[in-house]
């Protein structure tokens, strides 16, 4: 629907990204009105739903398996339903995935679970007890990584230095890399594993910091999630809950503008709504969950803000993996299947192959064969690149950011978290105004 001139919006969202949809339905669901811009994006951006070959089985390029579902959880069940009624509604439920099966360059194959018991009774059986007791020893330190870091960007805004406690300067000034951890592990296939988290974040190990290796730990903690139709024809399929998402943007009543927008209006110091190719949709509050590059350049040209623009020139886009996706012949199965390729000196292909409706399909996330993309967040180039990420609060007063490139990190669900921190921001600024 579009929005006209006199439109009173409490907030406008730019970009039909993950986090822009997260943001909004927070934000509805709060009591305020909400326009979404969508940037001349999907619903979803690069993880939306499309036909394979044209009109086949819907597929999408987004993580088959999902880490951190109390994200989603939270998301939904803040927003109006629990996500498992939310799914069911539409015959899909939230299960576990299975082990995904390692391959290393000497040969070697390990189906590694995500329990605990079964990770050390897995590497016992194929590497020794020796070296479980190595990976055990290493999940465990980096669970504890994991505490002190999670109200950091994930759990609450990160806003500088001065919020990191005792222990988490103790991680940031050993200065340690992804491939310094790795080396350290003494085991080829756990160096892979380890090593090859800063591919799966976007980044090369040598310039992503060891902490980024709290993956494996959170991996343990919260297990493999995957999407599933309850009578067994697709699983895998990511973007279905995107779709649930949008569902719930419409129950919600988010005003949807399919423009692209071109600038963020400003009065008296403070976004006063944006200016899209349509024509204005003015509001009180901005959230932006498009790249920084293009918020900074374009929607905010004619503000002066060279503090931001100096940090902007010190970002990188993440890299993203080569995607491609291939319908298989033969019979269709209920399963998925996942295998990591590690491989020497690059990034791992991995290999999803799922049911989609009566055919079975393969995706192949290449991470030797990466491109540039602000989409898939932001590439790491040592610690200090973490406390230089675009903050959740902008550069303005009731403008706000959200996305891959947050502190947060890149993933689906810390994403989603993102938006539900500009969210939080953006209903606090609001109600303040109204005080």
Known sequence: MPAGPDADFAV???????????????LAKAGHRVALVTDGLEPG???AGRPLDGSGPVVDDAPAVLTLPAAWRDLFRKSGRPLDAELARSGWELAPAPPAVHRFPDGTELRLPTDR?????????????????????????????????RPLGLESELHGRFQLTRRVETIMKSKRSLEQLADL?????????????????????????????????????????????????ETGRTS???????????????????????????????????????????ARAVISTVDPARTLDQLLAGVELPPQRATLRRLRPALAPEVTTTRLPGPVTDELTETVQHRAGAGPLITVVRPASDTMVELRYDY????????HGLAWQGFGSWLIRPPIRGPLPGLYQAGPFSAAGPGLSQTLLSGALASYACHDRLTADRL
């Open 117 to 149: 018991g079964e990770q050390y009774a897995a590497l016992s059986e194929t590497y020794g007890s020796a070296v479980a007791d190595r990976w055990r020893d290493l999940l465990d330190d980096l669970d504890e990584v994991w505490q002190a870091l």
């Open 368 to 375: 030797a064969r990466p491109r540039p993309d602000w989409g």
């Open 185 to 233: 592990q003494g085991h080829a296939a756990l160096s892979a594993l380890v090593r090859d988290v800063a591919y799966l974040q976007g980044s090369v190990p040598s310039s992503t910091p060891a902490h980024c290796a709290v993956d494996l730990a959170v991996l343990r903690r919260f297990g493999r999630w995957t999407l599933r139709r309850t009578d067994g024809t």
């Open 12 to 26: 406008v969202v730019i970009g039909a990204t993950l986090a822009g949809l997260a943001a909004a339905a927070r």
């Open 45 to 47: 951006g690069p993880w």
């Open 240 to 282: 279905a809950l995107i779709e649930a998402l949008v569902g719930r943007l419409a129950t919600r009543r988010v005003t949807m503008i399919d423009s692209e927008a071109t600038t963020i209006m400003i009065e008296d110091g403070r976004p006063a709504g944006v200016i899209t190719e349509s024509g204005p949709v003015p």
